[in-house]
């Protein structure tokens, strides 16, 4: 759940920041049941059945493959493996500034041990053990997040909630509220560790889809409480810190580290996973390029290392650029926040889906089921249209500061 306290909604006002909120939640759950959807569709055509300590994923990449041909599936590859890699990058650089600011570490060490300890945690502990930490960590940031705006309304977070805003500055915002509610790359993971039922899987989209927007609301009208207090504009964060109580700025880090940490989890499985099925359509792991083990050799340890070096060689794939371009380009989150929600998701995300949906219902003529979504074609449309249109503005947005 990508969630951080420093969501600069406050610029526009409550009613234009809330409609916003609630509008981009909507256009990304249909765009999620779309992707749902396709992938359970796709699984039933392959005959996926999952083993019972690994997952058999179905890529972005694939899907778009399967859907839109094999451009379709170049453009998806590469859209999602920037995606990963900025969001990445977001993560593990944001990670070490807080850590800096909680135990005056490097920035740069500390968002390596971050990222690490994650990376060890979904490797060795696999997918059910890392769930269960997930759940733990979403638990204890919504403890807290629910702290920290009890202690805004305290200060006074629901006053000054009066006028209409500015609707000009919704713009610049979206990428920023896409980011923090997109949840995408998890659908296919979420298809296969639910094994494909796609009424388990419509509830776990729809009820996790409802914590980020509940908790984004709540702190926009917070935000907007206590900068309305402010003589000038001034971070609501700064606000909150500038109490007489150290326990604020330490519950305040806390809740960004929970919150990065469980966006971390969902992007590293999701990313890794994307690339494992990679390695695994190159068929590393068939018997022909596999080396029998000779008298003598450790057989349990060269077992062990055949069946998941995929998997380690997957993550390594993904962890170290991250590591990299973190510790070595400065400021590298808030440019890497508005290329990936700007740009990357919403292309992956709002673009492709619709097309992917239109193209399957064109190939697919039998065995149709009406009810699905992604059979009504004034939505595909419309939900094509929308995203483009997040796009373009995105462009414009950017132009406008090359140009002023």
């Known amino acids: 759940m990508r969630i951080y306290p420093r969501l600069f909604f406050m610029l526009q006002g409550l009613v234009p920041s809330s409609i ?13 049941l779309l992707l749902v959807e396709i992938n359970v569709g796709l699984r039933r055509k392959k005959g996926k059945i999952e083993e019972e300590n690994e997952l058999d994923i179905i890529s972005i990449r694939t899907m778009a493959q399967e859907t839109l041909g094999e451009w379709g599936g170049i453009l998806a590859t590469a859209t999602y493996v920037f995606l990963g890699y900025t969001s990445m990058v977001v993560y593990s650089s944001k990670s070490g500034e807080i850590l800096f600011h909680l135990i005056n570490f490097p920035a740069s060490i500390s968002g390596f041990f971050f990222t690490a300890l994650f990376t060890i945690l979904i490797s060795i502990g696999g997918t059910r053990a890392t769930d269960q930490v997930n759940q733990w960590l979403t638990a204890s940031m919504l403890c807290l997040l629910l702290a920290i705006e009890v202690l805004g309304v305290v200060l006074g977070g629901w006053s000054g909630l009066e006028g209409s805003g500015d609707w000009g500055k919704v713009p610049a915002t979206i990428p920023v509220i896409i980011f923090s509610l997109v949840y995408h790359d998890l659908a296919p993971v979420i298809c296969a560790y ?83 099925e990679q390695l695994d359509n190159l068929s590393w792991n068939s018997p022909s390029t596999q080396i029998l083990p000779k008298p003598g050799e450790l057989f349990g340890l060269r077992k062990w290392w055949g069946r998941n070096k995929s998997s380690f060689t997957a993550m390594a794939m993904v962890v170290a650029p991250t590591l990299l371009v973190s510790a070595t380009v400065p400021d590298a989150f808030s440019a890497a926040t508005d290329i990936a929600g700007g740009y990357c998701m919403t292309m992956l995300y709002g673009v492709l889906p619709p097309a992917m949906a239109w193209a399957m219902h064109n190939r697919e003529c039998e065995d149709t089921n009406q009810k699905a979504l992604s059979r009504a074609r004034p939505a595909l449309l419309g939900l094509g249209l929308f995203a483009c249109g997040i796009v373009m503005e995105q462009i414009y947005q950017d132009l406008s500061l090359l140009h002023p």
């Open 20 to 32: 916003s909120v609630i509008v981009c939640w909507g256009f990304l759950l249909i765009e999620a």
């Open 194 to 276: 639910l094994g494909g039922d796609l009424t388990r899987i419509r509830a776990s989209v729809l009820l996790g889809s409802l914590v980020p927007l509940v908790a984004l609301l709540l702190w926009d009208a917070i935000a907007l409480g206590l900068s309305s207090q402010a003589d000038q504009a001034v971070d609501p964060v700064e606000l909150l810190m500038s109490v007489n109580w150290s326990g604020v700025s330490f519950m305040v880090d806390a809740f960004s580290l929970l919150a990065i940490g469980t966006s971390l989890i969902g992007t590293l499985l999701s990313f890794s996973q994307f690339f494992k």
